[in-house]
């Protein structure tokens, strides 16, 4: 049975800091491309950054400088490091893998940036 379970969404001050995490289990997890959606209400789910087997990265120009993601195949763990939190940045966060037609999602976790 895979399982991908974020944690680390809290209530954050704008220009805090969170860093969510992402561990997966029941998937060969160092093969997998591991990515980061959210999801703000009345609005689509969007890309916020994706990590591949190999390590390289792509991140949405809307947090670019501002969020890092990362992974520890050991942990079977994905990061996303959150930094200079904007109101615009509230969502539900998702993670989420991807290998060749296989692909699961997480159940979320909620991001809120007050001002």
């Known amino acids: 049975q895979v399982q991908l379970v974020e944690s680390g969404g809290d209530l954050v001050q704008v220009g805090g800091s969170l860093r969510l995490s992402c561990a997966a289990s029941?998937?060969?997890?160092?093969?997998?491309?591991m990515g980061w959606y959210r999801q703000a209400p009345g609005k689509r789910r969007e890309l916020v950054a994706t990590?591949?087997?190999?390590?390289?990265?792509k991140v949405a120009d809307s947090v670019k400088g501002r969020f890092t993601i990362s992974r520890d195949d050991a942990k079977s763990t994905v990061y996303l490091q959150m930094n200079s939190l904007k109101p615009e940045d509230t969502a539900v966060y998702y993670c989420?893998?991807?290998?060749?037609?296989?692909?699961?999602w997480g159940q979320g976790t909620q991001v809120t940036v007050s001002s």
């Open positions: 029941g998937i060969m997890f160092s093969i997998n491309t």
């Open positions: 990590i591949s087997s190999g390590g390289g990265t």
């Open positions: 989420h893998s991807s290998y060749r037609i296989y692909e699961y």
